[in-house]
């Protein structure tokens, strides 16, 4: 099993300790990412509070990921029919 990395962050003020196979630069950037689309929240919608905010970017990322699969899903069928 290979070394798991282990690194601290802040995410909307809050520390956490994350623990991967990934590297702990790899691990603060998704980190930052997050905090930083959470602020943005807060930015929009000064009443959220961090807890509300992460609900909210939970919802948008599922939303991206949703669409992503389509998209994937759409050049498998196209990368297949080519092959006929």
Known sequence: M???KSVTVVIAGQDYVL???NSGNYLMSLANDIDTRIREIKIQNPNYTSSKAATLL????QDEINHIR???DKLIGELNRLRL
């Open 58 to 61: 939970a919802i948008q990322l």
């Open 2 to 4: 290979a070394d798991r």
């Open 19 to 21: 623990k991967g196979d």
């Open 70 to 72: 389509e998209d994937y």
